[in-house]
């Protein structure tokens, strides 16, 4: 009798493993929807927030960009695909710690930036001089790379501006930026963090397109004539200037 109960309990009891299934997350447009990791899970809505972590040499298979981190954070599942979001970025400890020097100066920099999109992402920069600085040659190369970071974030949306961020013209443009104030030895966006996530879409912010047969609206923006119709120019009594009058086409 005991027996056939320790085996009826024994059924009782199901596998959990089983009932999951493999979930492939995959990294933003930005990232060319490359995969990141694989993941487990008996909901996809258990997936939702989930964060995970790679580096930019995992994705691009660069060896060179091994000392960059990504984060990123799952949003929608869509059948056995994760969509990310990208949350931030990091340099490994090691990597910053051979930048500096003796007889250097690592200027730290933190700007708070919009995006076209409505995005606000933080950056944090590090910039390390040939020799040694002033206090007030510091102050200058912030307040300078406060405002190319600002005005690089209000021209592009999060993804174009993250890609700019790290594949380094954004240093670069720092870099120039700052070279009639103290000639840097490099610079590096050292960390990111996505505080708020864009509002609004491109497409929003674009003109719409035309239907097929449209013509598109004038550059004017007068409205167009209606069909069978043409508009021509003729001088106005009262004000002496052109005035649009609509001709019908003769059929």
């Given at each position: 009798?005991?027996?056939?109960?320790?085996?009826?309990?024994?059924?009782?009891?199901?596998?959990?493993?089983?009932?999951?299934?493999?979930?492939?997350?995959?990294?933003?447009?930005?990232?060319?929807?490359?995969?990141?990791?694989?993941?487990?899970?008996?909901?996809?809505?258990?997936?939702?927030?989930?964060?995970?972590?790679?580096?930019?040499?995992?994705?691009?298979?660069?060896?060179?960009?091994?000392?960059?981190?990504?984060?990123?954070?799952?949003?929608?599942?869509?059948?056995?695909n994760a969509d990310c979001i990208f949350t931030g970025h990091s340099l490994t400890s090691d990597y910053v710690r051979r930048l500096v020097r003796r007889n250097h100066t690592k200027i730290t920099i933190v700007c708070d930036a919009i995006t076209k999109d409505g995005a606000a992402i933080r950056v944090k920069p590090i910039a390390v001089t040939e020799h040694r600085s002033q206090s007030s040659q510091q102050t200058m190369?912030?307040?300078?790379?406060?405002?190319?970071?600002?005005?690089?974030?209000?021209?592009?949306?999060?993804?174009?501006?993250?890609?700019?961020?790290?594949?380094?013209?954004?240093?670069?443009?720092?870099?120039?930026?700052?070279?009639?104030?103290?000639?840097?030895?490099?610079?590096?966006?050292?960390?990111?963090?996505?505080?708020?996530?864009?509002?609004?879409?491109?497409?929003?912010?674009?003109?719409?397109?035309?239907?097929?047969?449209?013509?598109?609206?004038?550059?004017?923006?007068?409205?167009?004539?209606?069909?069978?119709?043409?508009?021509?120019?003729?001088?106005?009594?009262?004000?002496?200037?052109?005035?649009?009058?609509?001709?019908?086409?003769?059929?």
């Amino acid at each position: 009798m005991v027996k056939a109960r320790a085996r009826t309990s024994a059924k009782k009891v199901k596998d959990k493993w089983k009932s999951k299934q493999w979930y492939t997350l995959l990294a933003p447009n930005a990232f060319n929807k490359a995969p990141i990791a694989e993941t487990l899970s008996d909901d996809p809505e258990k997936l939702v927030g989930r964060v995970a972590t790679t580096t930019m040499q995992d994705l691009t298979g660069d060896f060179k960009l091994m000392h960059v981190k990504l984060d990123f954070q799952v949003a929608r599942v869509t059948g056995t695909n994760a969509d990310c979001i990208f949350t931030g970025h990091s340099l490994t400890s090691d990597y910053v710690r051979r930048l500096v020097r003796r007889n250097h100066t690592k200027i730290t920099i933190v700007c708070d930036a919009i995006t076209k999109d409505g995005a606000a992402i933080r950056v944090k920069p590090i910039a390390v001089t040939e020799h040694r600085s002033q206090s007030s040659q510091q102050t200058m190369v912030r307040k300078i790379a406060g405002e190319v970071i600002s005005a690089s974030a209000a021209e592009k949306s999060l993804g174009e501006f993250v890609k700019e961020m790290l594949d380094g013209r954004l240093s670069q443009k720092i870099l120039k930026a700052t070279k009639a104030i103290y000639p840097l030895r490099k610079i590096e966006m050292n960390k990111s963090e996505v505080r708020t996530a864009p509002t609004i879409t491109i497409d929003d912010l674009e003109p719409a397109a035309p239907a097929e047969g449209e013509a598109p609206p004038p550059a004017d923006g007068t409205a167009p004539a209606e069909n069978g119709a043409e508009t021509t120019e003729v001088p106005s009594e009262e004000e002496g200037g052109p005035e649009t009058v609509e001709v019908a086409k003769a059929e």
